[in-house]
């Protein structure tokens, strides 16, 4: 049975950072490109980051590029998301999902499509 399990999120001021986890099993998770979603209340969910089966591409949602970082460690099947200088609509219920296909242009991933497996979301909440 394939399972993600996202971690991290809470309760944090702006500017400051939170690191959420992603941890997989049921399928060979060096096989699959891993994104990061999050849905705000009232919004769409929409793709923040997402990074290719062996970690050499990667998306980034343009208003999180610069402060936020994607990661993974296939030995631990886990993908990380380091998020710093957070802001209020950063706040959030954050996913991950497997991708099942990317396009790349050298080490950033142009499109991507096909997120067949979720996991259960983290709630991060920025706010004063």
């Known amino acids: 049975e394939v399972q993600l399990q996202a971690s991290g999120g809470g309760l944090v001021q702006p500017r ?6 992603c941890t997989a099993s049921g399928f060979n998770f060096g096989d699959y490109a891993i994104g990061w979603f999050r849905q705000a209340p009232g919004k769409e969910r929409e793709g ?3 990074i290719s089966a062996r970690g050499t591409s990667t998306y980034y949602l343009d208003s999180v590029k610069g402060r936020f970082t994607i990661s993974r460690d ?7 998301l380091q998020m710093n200088n957070l802001k209020p609509d950063d706040t959030a219920v ?3 999902a497997t991708v099942q296909s990317i396009t790349t242009s050298g080490e950033r991933i142009t499109n991507y499509r096909g997120m067949d497996h979720w996991g259960k979301g983290t709630l991060v909440t920025v706010s004063s």
């Open 94 to 96: 954050y996913f991950c």
């Open 74 to 80: 296939n030995a631990k099947n886990t993908v990380y």
């Open 48 to 50: 923040v980051s997402v």
């Open 16 to 21: 400051q950072s939170l690191s959420l986890s």
